[in-house]
């Protein structure tokens, strides 16, 4: 299957507060990455939404612990106000150092309205940088992401689903055909052949293979993604290189 | 190397070629549209063309409008089986709340026959515990004929699917085969329980357990990959996604092969 080389976008790691499914370390993500055949991936501490100053941290570390330079870690932001993060010129500086490629947000566990007041320092710094930024923090809550979208249009975005396994089509079409950096995660999309639709309709470079792993296994996307139907290029595209293009887009 | 190139393994099998080189068969399908959800391929021909990429012989399914709007009866769900006797097998779909209509479909299984494997109960929407005696009529046609009764399960306690209430039907009609669709989802206590607590023609149905890191293996550590059913809800999920889930598990081709294919031909047959 090397034939295909896939970057996935959603992937968590570390300990979950509450047990569960979990890859605990490097290593252990690595060993799954290996098991189903991804070449790299795009990490986040499971654990963001309720440790936010500590899963930074521990995303370089985890990401410094991969030799092989196939992890590349997210942070998470907050409001620029109350100066729980360096000021955006300096944050985004370090990113290349530490090989932090993108960032999330969780509004919602963190208490704060997602909207120009609170984050527009930020969001302003990383949409000029291209930065992609995650919205598993949004994952469901579909008014939230429409109003976060209307204040940051320009804003390099990748929406991430949580346990949605109904495809979404009616509220996703809309932000693909509406937000230019609005791109799709395609774990818990199972339409059937869904994602060829949604490729011929709105652009393959929209789509971005990501897993959910822990709590989604590599294969079962793998599969759905590689016989949808579309081009090899396309699958190939959406597999890997959309991610690719997106983290060496961003001006860091 | 990654498990995708195990040389003669299923998942080799289904990378190159989008299926196994044995039958798949989708125990848990649907048919037409849905208010919550936009399909684009919710019509037995779109359904039929996609089950034969993933080499699905067959699919078999209850009807969305036959399970939600009462005036649309199983009868055109036969007919449009009849377009695509290769593929196409249809539970009936059972409304607690028209007992006539339960009557007179049932009567019909006989004349629907190759076509109809089963019965469908779906208590949750419906709202009436599957323990109710509005199921009873079903449930002992099912018991007597030893027929398949596919049922929407789900985890949690105290609502008109769960485990504790899949339990008490699986042991008051122990000659009906029971498929609890969606194994219960989250319940392993009640899981198990239905399985090995009944007659022994009890099965854990997957839909939307397959892709769910760990579960399978789970489900085949409690209670056998002899005791498991591939499914997708189809058309709500896709083919490919489902059987990558069962095949991309840690567990043996024999299981896999158990859960797409063997345990359905022990159950059914080879021809039907």
């Keep these: 299957m090397e034939d295909i080389k896939f970057f996935d976008c959603n992937c968590r790691l570390g ?180 994602l060829r639709d949604l490729a011929d309709e709105f652009g393959a470079e929209k789509i971005i293979y990501g897993s959910n792993f822990p709590s989604y ?36 | 190397m990654s498990f995708w190139s195990e040389k003669g ?41 996609h089950m034969k990429r993933a080499g699905v012989k067959h699919l078999v399914f209850s009807h969305h409008y036959a399970l939600w709007e009462p005036t649309f009866r199983n009868e055109r769900v036969y007919e449009m089986c009849r377009e695509f006797p290769e593929h196409l097998r249809f539970y009936v779909a ?28 779906l208590a949750g929407y419906h709202q009436v515990n599957v323990t109710d005696k509005k199921y009873e009529y079903a449930l002992s046609f099912a018991n007597e004929r030893g027929i398949p009764v596919l049922n929407h399960t789900w985890g949690g306690r105290g609502h008109y699917n769960d485990g504790p209430s899949m339990l008490q039907i699986v042991q008051k009609y122990p000659n009906a ?26 099965y854990l149905e997957l839909t939307a357990v397959c892709g769910e890191n760990e579960m399978i293996e789970r489900f085949c550590s409690l209670v056998g990959s002899e005791k498991l059913l591939y499914g997708t809800d189809m058309p709500w999920f896709d083919e490919f996604q489902g059987i990558g889930g069962i095949v991309a598990a840690k567990i043996s081709d024999t299981d896999k092969r158990n859960i797409l294919c063997d345990n359905v031909e022990r159950i059914l047959g080879k021809e039907w």
Aim: net charge negative; with cysteine.
């Design chain 1, 15 to 194: 300990l979950p507060m509450n047990g569960g499914r979990c890859a605990a370390d490097t290593a252990a993500l690595i060993a799954e990455l290996n098991y189903a055949g991804v070449e790299k991936a795009l990490v986040r501490h499971t654990n963001t939404d309720v440790a936010i100053y500590f899963s930074n941290d521990l995303v370089t570390n985890w990401v410094k612990a991969d030799t092989e330079n196939r992890l590349t870690g997210v942070w998470t932001i907050l409001p620029s106000q109350c100066h729980e993060l360096p000021e955006p010129d300096e944050f985004f500086n370090s990113f290349k150092a530490n090989r932090i490629g993108a960032i999330t947000l969780y509004p919602q566990e963190h208490r704060y309205v997602p909207c120009r007041l609170t984050l527009g320092k930020i969001l302003d710094a990383a949409a000029e940088r291209k930065v992609p930024v995650l919205l598993n923090g949004f994952a469901g809550q579909w008014t939230a992401l429409y109003n976060f979208m209307k204040e940051f249009p320009d804003i390099t975005c990748i929406y991430v689903e949580k346990g949605g396994k109904w495809g979404s089509d009616r509220n996703i079409r809309p932000l693909l055909e509406n937000y230019a950096g609005f791109h799709f995660e395609t774990a818990g999309y199972w339409v059937p052949e869904g």
């Design chain 2, 94 to 121: 059972i409304n607690p709340h028209y007992p006539e209509h339960i009557k007179e479909d049932l009567a019909q299984f006989d004349r629907w026959q190759p076509y109809v494997v089963g019965i469908k109960m």
């Design chain 2, 177 to 202: 085969i029971f498929f609890h669709g969606h194994s219960i989802f989250g319940d392993y206590e009640y899981a198990e329980k239905v399985v090995k607590e009944s007659s022994g023609k009890s």
């Design chain 2, 9 to 49: 393994s299923i998942a080799e099998q289904c990378w190159k070629n989008g299926h196994p080189d044995f039958p798949v068969y989708d125990m848990h399908g649907h048919m037409g549209g849905h208010y919550a959800i936009y399909f684009n391929r919710c019509e037995p021909a779109a359904v039929v063309e």
């Design chain 1, 217 to 252: 296994n590599h294969g079962n996307g793998m599969l759905q993604l590689k016989h949808c139907g579309l081009s090899a290029d396309k699958v190939a595209m959406i597999a890997g290189q959309n991610l690719e293009n997106l983290l060496k887009g961003a001006q860091l």
